[in-house]
């Protein structure tokens, strides 16, 4: 029986467009979803690069207008992989003509404006995904599991971190996502350890935060420089609805740091400790082990481990980064289908900006804050 087609409208081809990319064309091969995905149009700068794009890509064709996705009408899900200060206008404008939107993170630099998409797209009844692909590893999941089932008994204490260094470099230019319009370190690494931390624990009730600029100033490229205004670290202290208290950071200038998301999470009767860095193992504490023989243990990625299975046979050799994102598209698919909830819609990135946000206020005023 034929399935019937998604069509797909991919706008940049940075970093993030090519995951896109990768997730819509593994997708299919690994899960049996309910629609056959075709790579339609993709939008870059120029005709030129949109050309090549859409050659190396395997889309049917390019262009250099982004509107031209929204305006055609056999397209049905639009991916907006942009700039973070054009998520909002291009997400609402392929909401207005009916599209499904499938957004990198962060939603929007503003609260506010991400309130408006997340309600522009309820009210069109439009399925939408925000890119958080690290909450599909089968390893956080099975945390998730743990966690919820008590093997870690109460929860007390928590903390995650994301840092890189692709921003340690003083001398390196001035970008968009330096631009207040773009957000900065909490909004751009953090808004993963955020993410993270609610995904495993639950709520955040308030924060207190320090959000730091480091480097004051960068080239411009045009032989000037420009003013620094966004957060190269941004930390929090956390106390969650639980009653467990904990941290999280994001810093993109942590030398010598490609990709560490980790995490530790610590309960009356054991812990979990997890870094992205090895992101196919997650290590378990119990307490429950004989005195004499404790110690973290190493669960290795597995096919015991949902959806393993279906990238491998073999337990211990890996999914990868693009294996996470065609778990977010498999998940995003189903949800356009009917056949399960968004995994991670507009609402969830909207409550990710309101915490990033109000970490922000409180690093201004320098006292505690309740997450509204």
């Not at 090519?18 to 979803?33: C, E, I, M, N, Y």
Request: net charge negative; glycine share 10%.
């Amino acid at each position: 029986m034929t399935k019937p087609r998604l069509r797909i409208g991919l706008i940049g081809t940075g970093f993030m467009g090519k995951a896109h990319v990768f997730g819509f064309t593994s997708a299919p091969r690994v899960f049996d979803l309910p629609y056959e995905l075709e790579l339609r149009t993709v939008a870059d700068i120029t005709p030129q690069a949109a050309d090549e794009a859409a050659r190396r890509l395997g889309f049917a064709r390019g262009t250099a207008r982004w509107q031209d996705l929204v305006e055609d009408p056999d397209i049905d899900v639009i991916s907006v992989t942009a700039p973070n200060a054009l998520h909002k206008e291009m997400s609402l404008a392929a909401i207005r003509a009916g599209k499904h939107v499938y957004c990198e993170k962060p939603l929007a630099p503003l609260a506010q404006d991400a309130l408006e998409m997340s309600d522009a797209a309820e009210a069109a009844g439009v399925r939408t995904q925000v890119g958080f692909n690290y909450l599909c590893n089968p390893m956080l999941g099975l945390a998730r599991e743990m966690i919820a089932a008590g093997e870690l008994g109460e929860i007390r204490g928590y903390r995650g971190i994301h840092c890189e260094d692709y921003m340690a470099d003083a001398s390196g230019a001035f970008t968009f996502r330096h631009d207040p319009a773009g957000g900065g370190a909490l909004a751009d690494i953090g808004s993963h350890a955020l993410a993270t931390a609610e995904y495993l624990c639950g709520p955040i009730a308030s924060v207190m935060g320090d959000c730091v600029t480091v480097i004051q100033e960068r080239p411009d490229g045009k032989g000037a420089t420009r003013k620094v205004e966004v957060d190269d670290i941004g930390r929090a202290f956390l106390r969650f609805e639980s009653g467990a208290t904990g941290s999280i950071e994001g810093n993109w200038i942590a030398t010598g740091r490609k990709m560490q998301h980790d995490f530790e999470v610590y309960g009356t009767k054991g812990a979990l400790a997890f870094s992205q860095e090895h992101f196919n193992v997650l290590n378990f504490f119990n307490t429950d082990d004989a005195r004499g023989r404790q110690g973290f243990r190493r669960i290795e990625a597995g096919p015991d481990h949902a959806p393993y299975g279906l990238f491998c046979v073999a337990p211990g050799h890996q999914l990868g980064f693009n294996d996470l994102k065609a778990i977010e598209v498999a998940g995003y698919v189903n949800a356009i289908a009917g056949k399960s909830p968004e995994p991670f819609n507009f609402r969830k990135g909207l409550r990710i900006q309101t915490l990033v946000e109000t970490i922000q206020a409180s690093s201004r005023e320098k006292h505690w804050l309740d997450v509204t």
